[in-house]
């Protein structure tokens, strides 16, 4: 028996000013042509910035193709089954409003007569700017690829042409004629364009979006060459830059808080190496003193680069230690000129967990499936603050990050080929580098010759710089790479190098650090590990406490193991306390700081007399770069003692071997200082060993290795979720939540009023493989592990029935 006719529900928007593209704001939400025109507008933007910066300048049809897609990226947010959907209250559409655009894509490249080419690439942006086009070949990912929800089985009329209801009456056509046409008239008038005529016959926007994605899931199938599959990443990652722009409703900063004349506008007469960095072109490797305007030096190199580089550049600025980058931020933020009508320069910040949420839970987008809800849900006011705050990490010229950040841009993909794109056009300012382990430092290394494909430059600052480390370094590119360093005797001799054979916790170097600080020193105190500074600040602090007359901060501890709020409050108070010495002040300062690596880069601390454990060469040199920091102590040079150690972690056992035997051939020639001319001695005699030679071949390995696995971007437009996985256990890091802090958390992370940024507070930092000393469980819905423990905001956290554990 012949069907009867299929009789419809009656539509339910009448023009095209009904049609939204979000479910917020609630009163007003925003129309699909609003945001098509507001992302469209958001690629200029990002095109000024970037210009035609390196390989981007190898294709004369990127920028466009990227508006083109920004244009056409929602299209398919037309359909009645998604207008439901965002309705308060509506039901989950099920269905990928993307796949429904390309069928827009096919109409329009046919009226506008895009060459092959251009359809082929604007149909891929356009796809892919929420998810993959095909899964992993591990299987390992995300949210499930396109060609995993449309498929053989697909009904690709039910799905985008009438959609069957619960009765005849009820079917749903999802893109009504009349709104087709409207829509399609608008986007042609913006192209300016006459709209494609209707032809008898012609084929219907599901059989049109069918067709087109089995073309993309055929090409991308097979890998591309690595030129076109970077092309085709920075593409992806320049439309969803601007779809993140668009949503946020936030625009790129023009304003780069680094003037061009910035080493005239120091206050002092600069350094010879700080003139010769701003007189270089192209990429820098300086080596100074810590103390002698490092940091200075790496800005006027900085701001010198800008003048010839097209677009709107940005810095970055990268650093190993969390203490560090929130010091570098502040003092970027002080020093450097605002904006017009801003107090404080806005100095980006770029770390951890946070930016790995906001830009995962940014790319969520309102097809997902839900529960219907009559207010907004948590996850629609989350997805509005992660998309803010996903623009937060990309809108300031200007910013401060870990490399783990920069190279998570290797992942590509929806999530992270924005972050690629921003590393094309850009300066980079690698700050003390010496302080990564090899693989790090590898990793870096591929990732330098990747930015100069981008069109950006680099730059390499520290006062411990190895030549194995400059040659790895200038092998790693194809472009020259100058390197300064600061003339001798540009830092004058601040230490009396004392090596002591017994460790730093036995009862007599305990006994001394209590003699120093009743004399009324400062005293640092570094150990490598947590739990030995935990062990050692128990025993002493009380001493300093006694000897500060009643001072909240005469005795203070930082190490890794901190909830973020409690160590950024430990940082202020540590650099309010124990600042550089100015030229006159002549008195003792007194008080006490026990601390592990994270005191070692980029924070401007001073102290009487330092007391160490054994560590690789760089890490002593830095240590001792915080006594007597700038040479301004009455005394003249003050003592300055590093102990032998009994274990070796966590660093590398042949490192502190070779640290050790180099300290005792300096202290063998009768030298008892430690000036510049001895550490690069002792740089010297570290690397000429066994060791120093395996450790350039891991480099080298490390960077031939990420680049390989990493850096080749032949399947674009596969899932690389395990890619994600596999970088941060490469990096062994990953932030947790305590249990007793989850109730605050989810309260900051999950509710309408909370704030993700503020939620980070709780979190700690700890390496993978400890997660199981501290009976770590993975929380999905939170997405992050709890731990178990003992804390508090003095000592930090401890693991249960004190396990031992490293930094």
């Known amino acids: 028996?012949?069907?009867?006719?299929?009789?419809?529900?009656?539509?339910?928007?009448?023009?095209?000013?009904?049609?939204?593209?979000?479910?917020?704001?609630?009163?007003?939400?925003?129309?699909?042509?609003?945001?098509?025109?507001?992302?469209?507008h958001a690629v200029t933007q990002i095109e000024e910035r970037l210009a035609h910066a390196g390989i981007l300048a190898t294709e004369p049809a990127f920028w466009p193709r990227v508006r083109r897609a920004a244009l056409l990226h929602d299209a398919g947010k037309i359909a009645e089954g998604f207008q439901r959907q965002v309705e308060p209250g509506g039901t989950p559409w099920g269905e990928r409003h993307e796949v429904l655009s390309l069928a827009y894509v096919d109409l329009l490249a046919g009226a506008a007569g895009w060459t092959a080419e251009d359809r082929l690439m604007v149909a891929t942006l356009v796809a892919t700017h929420h998810r993959a086009l095909h899964a992993s070949s591990s299987g390992y990912g995300g949210k499930p690829a396109l060609s995993q929800q449309y498929n053989e089985k697909t009904k690709w009329e039910e799905a985008f042409g009438t959609t069957p209801g619960a009765a005849p009456d009820e079917a749903v056509v999802q893109v009504p004629r009349l709104l087709h046409r409207e829509l399609l008239a608008w986007f042609s008038g913006f192209l300016g364009l006459d709209p494609p005529s209707t032809v008898p016959g012609a084929p219907p926007l599901a059989q049109r979006s069918h067709d087109l994605l089995d073309l993309l899931l055929d090409t991308w199938r097979h890998p591309a060459k690595p030129h076109q599959g970077l092309l085709a990443v920075l593409a992806q990652g320049a439309l969803t830059l601007a779809d993140h722009s668009g949503s946020a409703h936030e625009s790129l900063q023009t304003h780069m808080p680094l003037l061009p004349d910035?080493?005239?506008?120091?206050?002092?007469?600069?350094?010879?190496?700080?003139?010769?960095?701003?007189?270089?072109?192209?990429?820098?490797?300086?080596?100074?003193?810590?103390?002698?305007?490092?940091?200075?030096?790496?800005?006027?190199w900085a701001a010198a680069q800008l003048r010839t580089m097209p677009g709107r550049p940005r810095v970055v600025w990268t650093l190993p230690y969390r203490a560090s980058l929130n010091a570098t931020r502040r003092r970027l933020a002080d020093d450097l000129v605002p904006a017009p009508g801003d107090r404080r320069a806005d100095i980006g910040l770029l770390h951890g967990t946070v930016a790995q949420t906001l830009l995962t839970e940014a790319l969520a987008d309102d097809c997902a499936a839900g529960t219907p809800h009559s207010e907004p849900t948590a996850a629609q006011a989350r997805k509005a603050r992660a998309e803010a705050g996903a623009m937060r990490l990309f809108t300031q010229r200007l910013r401060v990050a870990t490399p783990h950040q920069l190279l998570s841009g290797a992942i590509a993909g929806p999530a992270y080929s924005s972050v690629l794109l921003e590393q094309a056009n850009a300066l980079f300012v690698l700050d003390e580098l010496h302080a990564y382990d090899p693989d790090t430092f590898g990793r870096l290394c591929a990732a330098m010759r990747l930015w100069e494909r981008l069109g950006s430059r680099f730059a390499v600052l520290s006062a411990t710089l190895s030549d194995v480390m400059t040659r790895i370094i200038q092998e790693s590119v194809e472009q020259p790479v100058t390197l300064h360093q600061a003339p001798q005797g540009t830092s004058p001799v601040r230490h009396r190098l004392v090596l002591d054979d017994e460790p730093l916790d036995t009862p007599a170097s305990v006994d001394r650090l209590r003699g120093w600080l009743h004399d009324g020193h400062s005293v640092l105190a570094i150990t490598n590990r947590?739990?030995?500074?935990?062990?050692?600040?128990?025993?002493?602090?009380?001493?300093?406490?006694?000897?500060?007359?009643?001072?909240?901060?005469?005795?203070?501890?930082?190490?890794?193991?901190?909830?973020?709020?409690?160590?950024?409050?430990?940082?202020?108070?540590?650099?309010?306390?124990?600042?550089?010495?100015?030229?006159?002040?002549?008195?003792?300062?007194?008080?006490?700081?026990?601390?592990?690596?994270?005191?070692?880069?980029?924070?401007?601390?001073?102290?009487?007399?330092?007391?160490?454990?054994?560590?690789?060469?760089?890490?002593?040199?830095?240590?001792?770069?915080?006594?007597?920091?700038r040479g301004h102590h009455p005394e003249g040079p003050v003592e300055f003692r590093v102990h032998r150690t009994e274990g070796h972690k966590p660093y590398d056992e042949g490192a502190v071997a070779a640290s050790w035997s180099a300290l005792k051939a300096l202290g063998a020639s009768g030298t008892d200082t430690l000036s510049e001319q001895d550490i690069n001695l002792l740089l010297t005699l570290a690397y000429d060993t066994v060791w120093g030679r395996e450790w350039a071949d891991r480099a080298r390995e490390a960077r031939d290795a990420f680049t390989a696995e990493f850096l080749t971007f032949t399947d674009p437009f596969h899932d690389r979720g395990e890619f994600a996985k596999a970088l941060s256990e490469k990096f062994d890091s990953v932030e947790v939540l305590h249990r007793d802090d989850v109730d605050e958390y989810r309260a900051l992370a999950n509710r309408r009023t909370g704030d993700l940024l503020l939620a980070t507070g709780f979190l700690i930092p700890l390496r993978y493989r400890q997660l199981r000393s501290y009976n770590a469980s993975y929380d999905q819905h939170l997405r992050v592990h709890l731990i178990d423990g003992e804390y508090d905001n003095v000592l930090g956290l401890r693991p249960p029935e004190q396990q031992e554990t490293i930094l």
């Open 1 to 40: 028996m012949a069907a009867g006719p299929v009789t419809t529900a009656a539509p339910r928007r009448t023009s095209l000013d009904d049609i939204r593209a979000k479910s917020r704001p609630v009163d007003d939400r925003e129309r699909l042509t609003t945001h098509s025109r507001t992302v469209h």
């Open 530 to 629: 947590v739990t030995a500074a935990q062990e050692l600040f128990q025993q002493v602090a009380g001493d300093a406490h006694d000897a500060g007359n009643g001072d909240p901060h005469a005795a203070l501890l930082l190490h890794s193991r901190f909830k973020n709020r409690d160590r950024a409050a430990i940082e202020r108070a540590l650099l309010l306390r124990h600042p550089e010495r100015r030229p006159d002040e002549d008195g003792r300062r007194g008080g006490l700081v026990v601390a592990t690596q994270t005191v070692e880069v980029s924070l401007q601390l001073d102290f009487d007399r330092g007391a160490v454990e054994n560590a690789p060469i760089e890490a002593i040199a830095q240590r001792a770069g915080r006594v007597n920091r």
């Open 262 to 300: 910035y080493l005239e506008r120091l206050p002092y007469e600069p350094y010879p190496h700080q003139r010769r960095s701003a007189a270089t072109g192209g990429h820098l490797v300086l080596v100074a003193p810590t103390g002698s305007g490092k940091t200075e030096a790496g800005l006027a």
